[in-house]
């Protein structure tokens, strides 16, 4: 999980080759619903990133985390035995029902620590995902903004160095969302960014967005300024 993380957070900008959409039926795994999602046979990144540190590609419309139409179970895995027999259980539970109208990812999230897969990255991942790809979703909860800015902490101290400071300023823009601009600037502060101008250009669009709320820099799919 580290490595994926890293790679996607520092990855060099790719020549944007055009992506090239494809219909998949998937059955879900509890119910047995059959349901069309979009892949790609194609996708490139082009290096841009939103205010919420998403990736922007040339296969944006695929279809993310899909979920089950009924029952609304994440199929971000293919679950084994052991792992269906306790979803069965969760899925009519109190618990679950409470999560059916949270983001995607915020419930593949609690899924994963259902089923006891607690490893370093893997809380953070899902959540930051959701940033990513569920920001209508993900930025209007403020449960799931605390929960992130909870996780990213363990994540911030586990970085490498040279990662460390991508995550930190992800971490200060999410802060700032959740109405803490303090804490935010002390993650900026922290980040040491004096030889990363893309990460420059991404602090002072977050000091955009706390000087006004008006600012197009609040919205968090609107592009980092290229430095």
Known sequence: MKTRLT??????????????PVQKTLTCPIGGEQFEITETVSCSSSGARTMSFAPISSCDFVTRMPQCP?????MYKEFSEDELAILQEFIVSETYDSMVDRSRY???????LQLGNEGPSAPFWFL??????????SFSDQGYLAEFLAVSRGEIARE???NRPYVQSIAAFAQMKAGDFEASRALMSAARVAEIPFLQAYHGAIEACMADA?????????????E
Do not use: R
Not at 128 to 137: N, R, V, Y
Not at 214 to 226: A, G, R, V, W
């Open 214 to 226: 008006s600012s197009e820099f609040c919205d968090p799919q609107t592009l980092i300024p290229q």
């Open 7 to 20: 790679a996607i957070l520092l990855a060099a900008p790719l020549v944007v080759q055009a992506g090239i």
């Open 106 to 112: 915020y419930m593949a999230y609690s899924i994963e």
């Open 160 to 162: 490498s160095e040279e």
């Open 128 to 137: 930051l995902q959701g940033l990513w790809f569920d920001p209508d979703k």
């Open 70 to 74: 009924q029952n609304h179970l994440p």
